[in-house]
């Protein structure tokens, strides 16, 4: 089991920016993908952006790609979600996922945080 606690949430305005923070043991870290997921209200979970650790390879989905960065910490042995221009729309629960490399599903993962864009 690889216990992933994610940190950074929070309430802010539209326009505004917010940083999200996940945090895994560093004995896990080299068999890792960490990703981001969000769950809004009453809706299905989605992916935001994955970081495969060891080669430090990102991806993104379409609908955050250039207001979303995903980040490490190497040092720190965190992940990062930098989120800019926020929307209303981007209000979810969201949520630090990792997989053992060349897995296909996601087998770990946090207990959320609150995201809340206001207008």
């Known amino acids: 089991q690889v216990e992933l606690v994610e940190s950074g949430g929070g309430l802010v305005q539209t326009g505004g920016s917010l940083s999200l923070t996940c945090t895994a043991p560093?004995?896990?870290?080299?068999?890792?993908?960490l990703a981001w997921f969000r769950q809004p209200p009453g809706q299905e979970r989605e992916f935001l952006a994955a970081l495969a650790w060891s080669a430090g390879r990102t991806a993104y989905a379409d609908s955050v790609k250039g207001r979303f960065t995903i980040s490490r910490d190497i040092a720190r042995n965190t992940m990062s979600l930098q989120m800019n221009s926020l929307k209303p729309e981007d209000t979810a629960v969201y949520y630090c996922a990792g997989k053992r490399v060349g897995e296909s599903s996601y087998t770990y993962w946090g207990q959320g945080t609150q995201v809340t864009v206001s207008l």
């Open positions: 560093r004995r896990t870290l080299s068999y890792l993908t």
